[in-house]
Nanobody, 123 residues
Framework: QVQLVESGGGLVQAGGSLRLSCAAS????????MGWFRQAPGKEREFVGG????????FYSDSVKGRFTISRDNAKNTVYLQMNSLKPEDTAVYYC????????????????WGQGTQVTVSS
């Protein structure tokens, strides 16, 4: 059974940091890109950033560029989202997803999704 499991969410004050993890199991994702998305209450899900699995190229939305960093550990089949300088508007459920096209960019075809982890940033 293929699974993506996010962890690391929680409550943090504005200006603080969190690191989210996305652990993949059930298959290797060597040829998949990995993306991070978020969805705030009453809003559509939006792309946050992603990483191509084999080349490590990263993509970020303008709203998080310079504050968030995506990395991956192929040996552990895990992707990370380091979030710094958090703002209340970053509050959302964060999801990781696997891109069958391999890039982890906004135009990817995401065929596996995690269950999400809540991030709440207080002002």
């Amino acid at each position: 059974q293929v699974q993506l499991v996010e962890s690391g969410g929680g409550l943090v004050q504005a200006g603080g940091s969190l690191r989210l993890s996305c652990a993949a199991s059930g298959r290797t994702f060597t040829n998949d890109g990995m993306g991070w998305f978020r969805q705030a209450p009453g809003k559509e899900r939006e792309f946050v950033g992603g990483i191509s699995w084999s080349l490590g190229r990263t993509f970020y939305s303008d709203s998080v560029k310079g504050r968030f960093t995506i990395s991956r550990d192929n040996a552990k089949n895990t992707v990370y989202l380091q979030m710094n300088s958090l703002k209340p508007e970053d509050t959302a459920v964060y999801y990781c997803a696997a891109d069958r096209l391999g890039w982890g960019n906004p135009g990817g075809e995401y065929h596996y999704w995690g269950q999400g982890t809540q991030v709440t940033v207080s002002s």
